[in-house]
């Protein structure tokens, strides 16, 4: 492609990436203050659409509906601001390098993420255009790195300390929504992915987007007042209002968890403050745990012997890994999570904790499978949250006492007494035995 002409005006690129909205992005505000043309971008890559070699994808069919109804309100925002989002595709850092040669941009920003990927293209974006100043804003976590009360090498080691000492930690206001942008330019030799005529209907209640998000926030604080609640409800296993429901707009960056915790704190200032409200806050602050975990720890959080490096006496066992993915195991209240989950995308926390444990301790799987799984079905997937949780159910990970083992039997009769959950997601039917065929493959019985 042709470089464009050189302009006095000041060109800015943002790279949207897990900051899909306006309110609270700090990256964009402050490139936005910087140029007088903005280019707007995101970029979709086949790779997350292949399978690895844990046997899954990094994006599932629901999660990728979620993402382009995501991507269509964020496109419909921006016009209403004058810009426009550019959705390309291609290998990232080959798209935007070949971007950055032709558009020729003075600025190039984006909101950070601790992701190791994230990092990584980041980094290699920045050695590759030295000439071009680089932006990146907090707009994943709660709190600034260098507001932290600690180094984060020495992030505590399990979760309590860390909430012990950050939880009266004070949090910036989330910035409001820009009433205006630069405008975008005019490429018309750009091959963009159109949005347009995406279907915006709920999937199991949930719709992609900024707008949503911010819904779903209101009804779960001001409309239905179900946060007064929260604490009791939270270990519900079906339904709307067991619980917020945020987490899927907070992990594409549909929502700001400062708008999240802004919102929280105007709550309890009109209406009172209660076990049940400090709860929600309690979950960001596991959240927030998790993502400063993986600063810490980078690539450890997908090795093996996890952060821990401790060596779990499982293995793969492709049979045994094949039937918890459809909910053939022998435990009913399993297969009811896993068919919740491959039908909707999502699935309750104490539901996760299960089917964690069944993969790691009854089947004994290697725990990394069962990460990547989640990893491709989860609408809400978060690489901190989620690789470090499955960590933490392993005995790899954070928890200070090793080793979680859920007596199943137990568990479904103290939150599923009557069967009401099994029954409606069919836990019970295709029941099989741990193994079918023996270690030569012959079948058994």
């Known amino acids: ?25 700090p990256a964009l505000v402050t490139l936005s203050e910087q140029v007088d043309e903005l280019l707007c971008v ?34 419909h925002n921006l016009q209403k601001r004058g810009q426009r989002l550019f959705v390309l595709d291609g290998k990232t850092l080959d798209v935007l390098g070949s971007l950055i040669e032709t558009y020729t941009p003075n600025i190039v920003a984006s909101g950070m993420h601790p992701g190791v990927y994230e990092r990584q293209q980041w980094q290699r974006l920045k050695q590759g255009n030295p000439d071009i100043h680089f932006i990146q804003e907090n707009a994943q976590c709660l709190f600034h790195i260098n507001t932290l009360p600690f180094e984060v090498e ?13 939880e009266e930690q004070q949090v910036d206001s989330a910035l409001p929504s820009p009433t205006s942008l630069p405008p975008a330019p005019e490429l018309a030799w750009l091959p963009v992915r159109e949005l347009d005529q995406l279907d915006m209907v709920k999937h199991h209640g949930f719709t992609g987007g900024e707008d949503a998000a911010l819904g779903q926030l209101e009804y779960t604080l001001f409309t239905s007042h179900n946060i007064k609640e929260y604490k009791l409800t939270r270990n519900g296993l079906d339904g709307w209002d067991y619980s917020s429901k945020l987490s899927p707009w907070l992990a594409n960056g549909s929502l700001s968890v400062r708008q999240v915790f802004s919102e929280l704190t105007r709550y309890e200032s009109e209406h009172g403050k209660n076990d049940s409200t400090y709860w929600l806050y309690f979950e960001l602050l596991w959240r927030e745990y998790f993502q400063w975990h993986l600063v810490k720890y980078q690539s450890k959080l997908f090795q093996f012997s996890g952060t821990q490096e401790a060596r779990p006496l499982t293995t793969f066992i492709a049979q045994r890994f094949a039937m918890w993915c459809q909910g053939h195991t022998p435990y009913p209240i399993v297969n009811a999570c896993m068919k919740q989950l491959n039908q909707t995308g999502f699935m309750s926390n104490r539901g996760r904790q299960w089917v964690a444990s069944c993969l790691v ?6 725990w990394r499978f069962g990460a990547a799984y989640f990893e491709q079905q989860l609408i809400d997937f978060d690489v901190a949250s989620n690789w470090g949780n499955w960590q933490y159910l392993a005995g790899v990970g954070v928890d200070p006492r090793g ?20 029954c409606q997601w069919g836990g019970d039917s295709n029941v099989n035995p741990i193994d079918q065929t023996d270690a030569v493959d012959w079948p058994i019985g």
Do not use: C
């Open 1 to 25: 492609m042709k470089k464009l002409a050189s302009e006095h005006k000041k060109r800015g690129i943002f790279w949207f990436r897990h900051d899909l909205r306006l309110h609270d992005n």
């Open 42 to 75: 995101f970029v979709i890559d086949p790779r997350w659409f292949k399978s690895s070699h844990f046997q899954s994808a990094h994006m599932g069919d629901t999660r990728w509906v979620f993402l382009q109804q995501s991507l269509a309100t964020l496109q």
């Open 154 to 166: 020495y992030l505590p080691a399990s979760f309590t300390p860390f909430r012990k000492r950050i």
């Open 361 to 366: 301790n009854e089947l004994g799987v290697d």
């Open 403 to 422: 080793h979680r083992r859920f007596d199943l039997a137990k568990q479904a009769e103290q939150y599923d007494p009557n069967g009401e959950f099994v």
